[in-house]
């Protein structure tokens, strides 16, 4: 029987993971049975017992081994950064975060992992598609560098015991955008009128660090009408009196409820 090459290892183990995504850097090592893989500790246990269990199937099934290292989130995107900057790079690692997939990429730093994609392509959405889809400037060429594993919505939490405690009922909470929010601004009110100090009535995250406040601006960005910023086609539409106006709304909504006080001070950090 023929020994499986690192190529092979690496895109059985990709076809077994279902937007993140799982890239592959660029390496010279031709064979291996062996695959070193890094991946970010999830926010929850479950999610870390999942993945070894993924791993482990595919172990089982393959014959191969995945040398499996779970980091913290932060401490493996440093990482990453390291590897990617000194060369001693793992086979596969997950985008931590997603946007270093085109930053490599651009740079001619990852492999081409098209042909895994392709086996399941009816099965992903646009959005995981073209997310994975990066231009290498190298090459003056858009491929795809990343297999897309997960998706994830914007969501707001709600706390439906101070929402009570403040005299509302969740059924009270308006349906349309703005008196969404100024909601819970009077739910802020009338709980710190009760002795409440330390609830803040909305979470927005407004640092400038992460890619969670670049997420909440870009929630805002669609409410109000930004969606087309940039179309399909890739181009930037800035100058387009809908989007600027939507880009305002967003800066001045999400700003306004930080300084008025209804988001934690720390928010910033």
Known sequence: MPRPT??????????????GAVVRPYIANA???????????????????SLKKIVADFEKTSGNT??????????????????????????????????????????????????????QKARFSETALLSASCYNNAVKARQIYGVPVVSAAFINHVWKPLVEKAGF????????????????????????????????????????????????????LIAYGGHNVVTKDGRLHADDPQVREAVIKALDYITDAYKSGFVPPSAIN
Do not use: C, H
């Not at 690192?6 to 937007?19: D, N, Q």
């Open 66 to 119: 995945i040398d499996l290292s779970i980091i913290p989130f932060a401490p493996e995107r440093q990482k990453i950064i390291s590897a990617m900057t000194s060369g001693a790079v793992p086979d596969l690692f997950n985008a931590n975060p997603a946007e270093i997939v085109a930053l490599y990429a651009w740079d001619d730093k990852l492999v081409d992992v098209s042909d895994v994609v392709e086996t």
């Open 169 to 220: 009922k969740v059924e009270d909470i308006p349906d349309t955008w703005d008196a969404y929010y100024d909601f819970f601004k009077d739910v802020q009110k009338k709980l710190r009128a009760q002795g409440e100090r330390r609830v803040y009535g909305i979470g927005f995250q407004v640092t400038t660090n992460g890619v969670d406040p670049n997420a909440l601006f870009n929630y805002f």
């Open 6 to 19: 690192r190529r092979a290892v690496l895109r059985g183990a990709l076809g077994t993971l279902a937007s």
């Open 31 to 49: 064979a291996a049975t062996t695959a070193t893989m890094w991946w970010a500790q999830g926010f929850a246990q479950e999610e870390d017992i």
